[in-house]
C-alpha cells in the first residue's frame, strides 16, 4: 500500500511503434535490440560493449544522481541477483529521471528503470518484478545480437544500441537527445521482443523473485496496477489495443502459484525511496499547504513516517530549513526504540543533514554525517553527503583525504567530480584537471577528458611518477578510440 496521500500527474508512456505494428501483432512493445543468439557476440563483447553504453548513458541521459536512490535500486537489483552469483554480466542499476512508467535493458547488463515507475509501483515487490524482468533479458542473451553483418563491438555499435532505446522507448526531445543527433545515429523503426522471448523472461523473473524471497506474484500484482491505470485515465493505449496483457496477468499468476514459501512483499525502504523520488516532480508548495503534520498522530499510525519524512523533504526544497529540522527531529525522536529501522533512520539524518546544511549550520551537518560515516565508512551515499558538506564548509583537504582512498577502487563519478572540486579549491591545478578528466572518461566524454589530462600534465609540478599515470589514462583512451571516432 503506497502511504503518500499527495497526488502525482504521471502520463504513461509506451514504447512508440508503427501503426500497422500495432494492428497485426500481440508483442510487447519494447525496442529489438537482439536475441537469444550469440553468434555474433560473446560473453566478453557483452561486456565490453555494456561498460561503453554504461558511459554513455552517464553521460548522455537526464539520470537521478541521489545516491541514495541509485544505491536502493543498485541493492534491490542485486538482491535480485543473488541466485545468479555466478554470471559472468556484470549488472549495474540506473534511475532516469522520467515521468512514463517504463524501464529497459542493454547488452552487458545495464539496467534503467523510469523514476516514473518507482512512484507508480505499490510495492517494493512489483518494482522487484520489473527489474527481475530486465535481468531476465539480459541473462536469457535476448540483447546479445547487434549486427547480424559484423561482430565489432565499438563505440559506434554503443551509440547505436542506445539511439535505438530512446527513440523506441522515450520523446527525444526531453531525453538523451545528444545520442541521437550528436552522433547523427538514426533507428529507422523500432522492433518488439518476440513473444516468446517476453514469456521466457516472465518464468525466468518469477523464479529469480522466488529465489530472492520477493513475493512471485508481484509481476501479475503489477500488470493488475497498470491496467488499473488504464482504466481510470485512459493512459496506456498499449494495454487498450492488447489483450494479451490480460492473459500474461492469468499465465504469471500460475507460474507464482508454483513457488511456495514466506515471501516478502514491501519494506518502509521502499516507500522512504518511493517519497524521495517523488520530490522530483512534486509541487511541493501545494503539499505543504495541505499537509498536517502532528507527531501523535504518526505514534498511533507508524505508516505515516513516510508521509512525515515527504513533508520534511517538501520543506527542505521550499527553503524552510528550520521547520523542516524541527520536523526531522522529531522523526528520529520517534525512532529511537525501534532498532529494527535503522536504514530509516539513515534516511531521516542524511535529510536532516542536508537540512542543517542549507541553514549554513555546517557543523551539525558534519557531526551527523561523521557519525554515519564511522558506522559505514564504505558507503557511497554517506560519503557523497559528508564531502558535499567539507566542501561547503572550506574543509578540501578533508574531502581528498575521504575519497581519494575509496575511489581509487570504486570509481563512482560523483565522488571523483567532488575530488575534482576540493582540489581546485586547493590550488592543486594539475589533481583538479587529472579527477576532471577521470569524471568525463567515466561519463562517456572521451576528447574532453583527453584535454584535461594534458592540462593535468601541463600543470603538473610533482614529478614522473603523476605524469606516467596520466599518460596511461591518456593512452587507454585512445585504444578505446581507435576503431571509431566519436565528437
Known sequence: MKAIKYTIILIILVAQIENSSLANNNNILIPKIGDTSSRFMSISQENKLGDI??????????????????????????????????????YRFLVANHYS????????GVIVINSGLITKANTEAELASVIAHEIAHVKSRHLSRMHEESSEVNITTALTVIATVIAGMYDTSTLGKAIVTGQNIKASKQISFRREHEKEADRLAINILARANISPYAMSDFFKTLAKENNNNEGLEFLRSHPVTKNRIVETQNLAAQYKGNFTNDSFTYQFISARVSMQNLD??????????????????PSKIINDYAYGLALTKEKKYKKSIIVLSSLLELLKSKDQLYTIRN?????????????????????????LNNIYPTDSSILYYLSDAYIKKGNYKKVLKLLIPYIIEHRDHRLVIK?????????????????????????????SAIKFYRLALKYNMKGTTIDKRVLSKIKEIEKLQESKEIL
Open 419 to 447: 575530488v575534482s572540486e576540493a582540489a581546485y579549491k586547493l590550488k592543486e591545478v594539475s589533481l583538479g584537471h587529472e579527477y576532471r578528466g577521470d569524471y568525463l572518461k567515466i561519463t562517456g566524454k572521451l576528447n
Open 347 to 371: 534516511y531521516i539524518n542524511i535529510a536532516l543533514s542536508e537540512a542543517y546544511l542549507n541553514n549554513n549550520n555546517h557543523e551539525k551537518a558534519i557531526d551527523i554525517l561523521q557519525n
Open 101 to 108: 512508467i517504463n524501464a529497459f535493458a542493454t547488452p552487458g
Open 284 to 301: 511541493t508548495k501545494i503539499f505543504i499547504d495541505n499537509y498536517k503534520f502532528n507527531p501523535n498522530d504518526t505514534i498511533k499510525f
Open 53 to 90: 553504453i554504461y558511459s554513455q548513458i552517464l553521460g548522455s541521459f537526464r539520470l537521478i544522481n541521489d545516491p541514495l536512490i541509485t544505491g536502493y535500486i543498485q541493492m534491490l537489483g542485486n538482491r535480485l541477483l543473488m541466485s545468479d552469483y555466478n554470471s559472468s554480466i556484470k
